[in-house]
């Protein structure tokens, strides 16, 4: 089974901008894994934010997107704020159209 | 809105079994494929399966650590999916989210199952 990488934490500062990103251990990450992007907050389900690659959802702030960067899916936050702190989850899809989740990018914003 | 309610979740023992039920609304049930996504205490998120509508064929896919345990199953006259868990083990102590693959527009707030002996 594929595996799916995020780094395991990333800190930005408030205003400031970071990239997370999804890598597939079987080699580079198209639009055909169909990238998703899901926001987490302790003790909260998680919610969706990027679907299929870089299309927000209608309730997903403009500060979000996401892109494929360097062979790797890519979530952008631009202007971070103190309520980005949260855990964030790519996963992608593979052949039989299944899903594989990366282990979470755990985001704080000081 | 798309809303999803999960129930059934619970305590049990290992080897034993249980189901989980997710009641849905807020978009045509019946056209959509409806995935489970589980989350063990301090983990991530693992997907564990999905039931394609009806008008796909109805087919299921299983990761891996699940296949052969638990069945995924919908009512599409009821708009409920159901996830039978059969077999459990300690590691699949978690709570289970119910999800539309409609853009992943809607989770429901879980459902917490406890395996221990």
């Known amino acids: 089974q594929a595996v799916v990488t995020q780094e395991p934490s990333l800190t930005v500062s408030p205003g400031g901008t970071v990239t997370l990103t999804c890598a597939s251990s079987?080699?580079?990450?198209?639009?055909?894994?169909?990238p998703y992007w899901f926001q987490q907050k302790p003790g909260q389900a998680p919610r969706t934010l990027i679907y299929?690659?870089?299309n927000r959802h209608s309730w997903t702030p403009a500060r979000f997107s996401g892109s494929l960067l360097g062979g790797k899916a890519a979530l952008t936050l631009s202007g971070a704020l103190p309520e980005d702190e949260a855990d964030y989850y790519c996963?992608?899809?593979?052949?039989?159209?299944?899903?594989?989740f990366g282990g979470g990018t755990k985001l704080t914003v000081l | 809105e798309v809303l999803l309610v999960e129930s059934g979740g619970g305590s049990v023992e290992p080897g034993g079994s249980l189901r989980l039920s997710c009641g849905a609304s807020?978009?045509?049930?019946?056209?959509?494929?409806m995935s489970w996504v589980r989350q063990a205490p301090g983990k991530g998120l693992e997907w564990v399966g999905r039931?394609?509508?009806?008008?796909?064929?109805?087919?299921?896919e299983y990761a891996a650590p699940v296949e052969g345990r638990f069945v995924i199953s919908r009512d599409d006259s009821k708009n409920q999916i159901y996830l039978e868990m059969n077999r459990l083990k300690i590691e699949d102590t978690g709570v289970y989210y119910c999800?539309?693959?409609?853009?992943?527009?809607?989770w429901g707030q879980g459902a917490l199952v406890t395996v221990s002996s």
């Open positions: 807020g978009f045509t049930f019946k056209d959509q494929w």
């Open positions: 079987t080699g580079t990450v198209t639009s055909g894994h169909y």
């Open positions: 299929d690659t870089d």
């Open positions: 039931v394609k509508s009806r008008s796909d064929g109805g087919t299921r």
């Open positions: 996963f992608l899809s593979y052949s039989g159209a299944r899903r594989v």
């Open positions: 999800t539309t693959e409609m853009r992943w527009s809607g």
